[in-house]
């Protein structure tokens, strides 16, 4: 059963170009979207999250934009830099999960310099 | 602060080998936590979480087994590994509240020759 769909699996932007990463839910209770982000070799961090309250929210150079009713919410990168090339997960998330979270697939992006 | 702690960094068994992997979180009481496995540098597979002492949630039937002797401790096993085992282990914390971030521990490299 997949819950949470994220595309692209890969990414490959230019430096200073914008990145945009995408996450597609099933499971309307879902009312948390973060973003986090996984450099190699490491744990994965959050990055950033918002709730269904606002369609928008923005911290430096990473948005989410969230459509409730396309059931996806999306990661925005601006003036893409080559520190940002890492891998990408959502993790939706409802109060009936209890414990147990949910990540998608996850995106490699490679930003050139 | 919480910190979390996995050891060892790095591990080469051989097939047929017992593995123990220990993480220990500090600065928070009663978290959940969670071992996951990522082959490829790519998706988490969630293998197991705990919401308390002894209480053990499997996720993928396999070889493998979890423990949480303590509060703060949790422990990856097997008594025999597969060469499918190979992958990198990541441990995860987080405290209950339906919106809180859940934070990586730094991983272990596993290859299994």
């Known amino acids: 059963q997949q819950q949470v769909k994220q595309s692209p699996q890969s990414l490959i932007v230019q430096k200073g170009g914008i990145s945009i990463i995408n996450c597609a839910y099933e499971?309307?209770?879902?009312?948390?979207f973060p973003w986090y982000q996984q450099f190699p070799g490491k744990g994965p961090a959050l990055l950033i999250a918002i709730r269904p309250d606002v369609s928008e929210k923005k911290e430096g150079r990473f948005t989410i934009s969230f459509n409730k009713s396309a059931k996806q919410f999306s990661l925005h990168i601006m003036d893409s830099q080559p520190g940002d090339s890492a891998t990408y997960f959502c993790?939706?998330?409802?109060?009936?999960?209890?414990?147990?979270?949910?990540f998608g697939q996850g995106t490699e992006l490679s930003v050139k310099p | 602060s919480q910190t979390i702690h996995q050891w060892p960094a790095t591990l080469v068994q051989p097939v047929g080998s017992p593995l123990s992997l220990e993480c220990t979180v500090e600065g928070t009481s009663n978290p959940n936590l969670y071992w996951y496995r990522q082959a490829a540098g790519r998706g988490l597979q969630l293998l197991f979480y705990?919401?308390?002492?002894?209480?053990i949630s499997s996720e993928v039937p396999q070889n493998l087994s979890a423990s949480r002797p303590q509060d703060r401790q949790f422990i990856l096993s097997s008594k025999k590994l597969l060469l499918s085992d190979s992958g990198f282990y990541l441990c995860?914390?987080?405290?209950?509240?339906?919106?809180?971030?859940?934070?990586f521990g730094p991983g272990t490299r596993l290859t299994v020759l």
């Open positions: 499971n309307t209770a879902f009312d948390y």
């Open positions: 993790s939706p998330k409802g109060l009936n999960q209890g414990g147990k979270l949910i």
């Open positions: 995860a914390w987080r405290v209950g509240g339906p919106y809180n971030e859940q934070f």
């Open positions: 705990s919401v308390g002492i002894g209480q």
